[in-house]
């Protein structure tokens, strides 16, 4: 190891860690599995680009959770965009409408009545305010000339470092720029250096949209100081309350002899002759928590960027990367996949396999088998170096699986970049975004695509990464109790359709047919379970589960009312942003007891009986009131043209092909429907997907990818990923159409992130599912289209830990083990084969293809 004393010296060996293998591939190599050695050279996960960004989708993200950028990757001049995930506009908001409950009365009346057009022109008394607005910090700048004639230009993401890597040759002369955001030192490193000396020459600058000033100290340093808006751009408000402070600085690192730096204007520095340079960016905020108004903030951001910087500037620049690679890797290679479909490679594949069966079985591979491996596998490497925006259109006629794989990785990648324990949740855009004034504000949208952003938190083995969701849920429940309470005079908490970094809770300004929609703090209350039957951590459930899933509770059971029909009700009750005709020919949207509704309500009411069986708290009131709801809410119907009705009343739909799919909540992710359970509700989720259509934005297409893999329907399933992965030009963007960008960002268009997420995780399902009984191997896959392929360390609920290989389009083996401290007892299935298995912790289980346990051994 290298332990050079400072950032720009790194005089000598690359300082790196050495880790253990990932638990996964550590059981996989146990079991004679081929070994994932030289997988990275073999199979680069990298997002490649020819040339620089010309847009914001053409740039490339890193993010350490709160800090992120997106590198434009210039030649004459460079961008680095610059977001921290607690620059939003405004402060702690007034989240009641006393005026509320005299209006609620008066819709569910006409709703009663079935006034439904009426009903909705009433409701909009019910509406809220806008939320606030997510804000850029700025940019780094950089000046290297004008007019350079340059060659060899390349840049790329790395995925299996979480670094963005720029090249290119000028004369005789190479350039190379390396990028990270580091969550171990809370900086945005980079570092430029040419193959020659003194040749790294430029400017820089820090910049801002936002109110600030600039000032630079010691030729090395520049300070940017400034706010956020008080209040919403364009809100005109009076008082012009006092917004967010931050504080970036930027810190330069010069090596060479000759080098030398110099002041311009008083806000920009100037660099000539260096051998190499580190760029160390650090930021901080005065935002307190939701709670804290901006102008009471006790927090100094210029302070605490200082002390960010002080001990990343004590390391050499390859600690620093080290430790990012160290801390970054931790969590990404917990899972690896691969898929593949090219006789090629399934050959060298198959011999990794036969070489492992013929000896013991634990028996190592030969070197003749993995001779074997490199060779086929130099065909992925081809595609895999291409630019991705070449390999987004040549997927309709190559199908490549390893644009798969690495659309799979990234969304992994994503995840970890902008979301970690203690920072903020993932917005609409992660954290990354360029404009002040972003798509929907860049807010949280709690009806489908705040929910998605945390799909594959779970079964893609990155459970860290939903805490900031629990603790914005915790903030939730405060604003969203006193919202209850004023607004709908009932218990527990609330929040509704749209949030933001102030935990909002009350209703949207405007339309009812998004704002009236008092299910997305259950919807969300639902993650809280769903990270326990996980994990089993049951001291998670007792103290941060079970109060907030009770408080949910308590408020649906306060907001479930007798109405003049059989069952309890919801009234007001909306489908989110979806409208019916109502039978006087009209267009509503407010009507009573909506099947996502009701599909919510019975997730939340199950997850606190059984919590509340595993707690010791069965004889609470609460407890007793749901236990007698249940009997009394409506179950899902069938309309009569065979599909799952979308409200309580078979109502024309004016836009049969709409975007959403709230409907279906109890396929995916709820588990109030199944084919083993409910066969005909199923026939009905597949009609209504029919009916549907395959079109929408690619959250959308994400959210009927996972509901066609729990309908077993791979090749439907299978589809939907071609639908996705259809470029998008930014230029010519339409509207829901759905895509990639060049930069393998999804779209709806614009850009949003969710599908990002919402396809891991709907993946992970056509490989794996489970129920915390029963656990399901390739229940969707398409097995024409990837014959051959391996999973390793994806999650199954009962804190289970699964591996899985294929052969010839059918399961070769898997290993299961499950290390939560508690024995697991499941059922196995693959097709039409059941087994009875019991799992105990710290043991691993091999499985053949006929579901018989071949050998167990220690974790």
């Known amino acids: 190891m290298d332990s050079d004393g400072d950032c720009g010296s790194d005089a000598g060996a690359e300082w790196v860690w050495v880790r253990r293998p990932p638990e996964a591939e550590a059981v996989a190599a146990a079991a004679g599995w081929p070994a994932a050695a030289g997988d990275e050279e073999a199979r680069p996960l990298k997002v490649v680009f020819a040339s620089p960004a010309r847009y914001f989708t053409d740039a490339a993200p890193i993010g350490n959770g709160r800090l992120g950028a997106m590198v434009w990757g210039g030649v004459e001049s460079e961008r680095l965009q610059l977001n921290h995930d607690t620059l939003w506009t405004g402060g702690p908001g007034n989240y009641t409408n006393p005026k509320a409950p005299a209006v609620l009365s008066k819709v569910r009346s006409l709703v009663d009545n079935g006034k439904y057009p009426e009903a909705t022109a009433a409701a909009y008394d019910l509406s809220g305010d806008q939320t606030q607005v997510y804000q850029p910090l ?78 630079i100290t010691d030729a090395n340093e520049i300070i940017m100081e400034g706010s956020c808006p008080g209040e919403r751009p364009h809100n005109n408000a009076s008082d012009h309350p006092i917004g967010i402070k931050f504080c970036a600085i930027l810190y330069l690192q010069t090596n060479g002899a000759n080098s030398r730096v110099e002041v311009l204007k008083d806000k920009m520095l100037k660099l000539d002759g ?37 001990v990343a500037r004590s390391m050499s620049y390859s600690q620093l990367k080290a430790y990012h690679m160290d801390d970054y890797q931790s969590l990404f290679q917990r899972v690896s996949l691969q898929l593949s479909r090219g006789s090629n490679y399934q050959l060298g594949e198959n011999r990794l396999g036969q070489s492992a069966q013929a000896g013991s079985q634990d028996a190592t591979v030969s070197d003749y088998a993995f001779r074997i491996a490199d060779c086929t596998r130099s065909a992925v490497l081809n595609d895999s170096v291409k630019p991705t925006v070449d390999r987004i259109i040549s997927f309709k006629d190559n199908e490549d699986p390893s644009l798969v794989e690495l659309l799979f990785q990234f969304g992994r990648y994503l995840l970890i970049s902008c979301s970690r324990p203690g920072t903020q949740i993932s917005n609409l855009q992660g954290i990354w975004s360029n404009d002040p004034s972003p798509p929907w504000d860049a807010a949280p949208h709690p009806n489908i695509n705040l929910q998605m952003n945390y799909w594959p938190a779970l079964s893609c083995n ?79 459930l007792e103290k941060t589960a079970y109060p907030l899933l009770e408080g949910s509770a308590s408020f649906l059971l306060d907001w479930l009312i007798e109405g003049h029909r059989e069952y309890l009700e919801t009234n007001p009750s909306t489908s989110p942003e979806h409208y019916f005709i109502a039978p006087d020919g009209k267009k509503a949207c407010v009507s009573y007891s909506t099947t996502m509704d009701m599909s919510i309500i019975r997730e939340v009411f199950s997850a606190v009986v059984l919590a509340a069986d595993i707690l010791g708290k069965s004889d609470t009131n609460v407890v007793q009131r749901i236990k007698k709801a249940l009997p009394n809410l409506p179950p899902v119907k069938v309309a009569r043209d065979g599909t799952i009705m979308e409200w309580a009343q078979d109502f024309q739909d004016p836009e049969v092909h709409h975007r959403h799919v709230s409907h279906l909540f109890g396929l995916y992710p709820g588990h109030t429907m199944s084919l083993e359970q409910t066969p005909d509700l199923c026939k009905a989720v597949a009609n209504s997907l029919y009916k549907r259509g395959d079109e929408g934005p690619g959250w959308s297409t994400s959210w009927k ?46 850009f949003q992130i969710d599908a990002n997420f919402g396809f891991p995780a709907a993946l992970s399902e056509m490989l794996v599912q489970s129920t915390g009984t029963d656990l399901y191997l390739l229940p969707a896959l398409p097995r024409n289209k ?49 087994a009875t298995i019991s799992l105990s912790s710290g043991q691993v289980y091999r499985f053949s293809r006929d579901l018989k346990c071949l050998k167990t051994w220690p974790l």
């Open 786 to 834: 990837w014959p051959h392929g391996c999973v390793k360390g994806l999650k199954a609920r009962g804190g289970v830990t699964v591996n899985i290989s294929w052969k010839e389009g059918s399961l070769h083996e898997a290993l299961l083990w499950s290390g939560s401290g508690q024995d697991s007892i499941a059922r196995l299935h693959y097709e039409n084969r059941t």
């Open 462 to 540: 990155l459970s860290e990464c939903q805490e900031p969701l629990f603790d914005f849920i915790g903030s939730l429940s405060v604003n969203g109790a006193k919202t209850a309470k004023v607004n709908y005079e009932a218990g527990g908490w609330v929040s509704h359709q749209v949030t933001d970094l102030w935990a909002k809770t009350s209703p949207d300004a405007g339309d009812p047919v998004w704002a009236l929609w008092p299910m997305g703090g259950p919807w969300l209350a639902t993650h809280l379970w769903e990270h326990y039957s996980f994990t089993l951590d049951k001291q998670f």
């Open 705 to 750: 990818m996972a509901l066609w893999a729990h309908l077993h329907n791979s090749g439907h399933a299978y589809k939907m990923i071609l639908q996705l992965i259809t470029l998008v030009d930014p230029k010519h963007e339409v509207s829901r159409e759905g895509g990639l960008y060049s930069n393998l960002f999804t779209a709806h268009p614009p």
């Open 274 to 310: 260096a051998d190499s340079v580190v760029l160390l960016l650090a930021a901080a905020t005065s935002f307190e928590g939701p709670f804290v108004k901006p102008s009471r903030s006790k927090l100094h951001p210029m302070a605490s960027a200082f002390t960010t910087l002080g």
């Open 138 to 215: 700025g940019d780094i700048d950089l000046i290297f000339g004008k007019h350079i004639k340059h060659t060899n230009y390349k840049r790329e993401l790395d995925l299996h470092t979480a670094t963005v890597n720029v090249a290119y040759t000028v004369g005789d002369v190479v350039y190379s720029r390396e990028h990270f955001s580091s969550n171990s030192h809370q900086v945005i490193a980079t570092k430029i250096s040419a193959n020659k000396p003194g040749n790294v020459s430029f400017s820089v600058s820090l910049t801002t949209p936002l109110d600030h000033k600039i000032r």
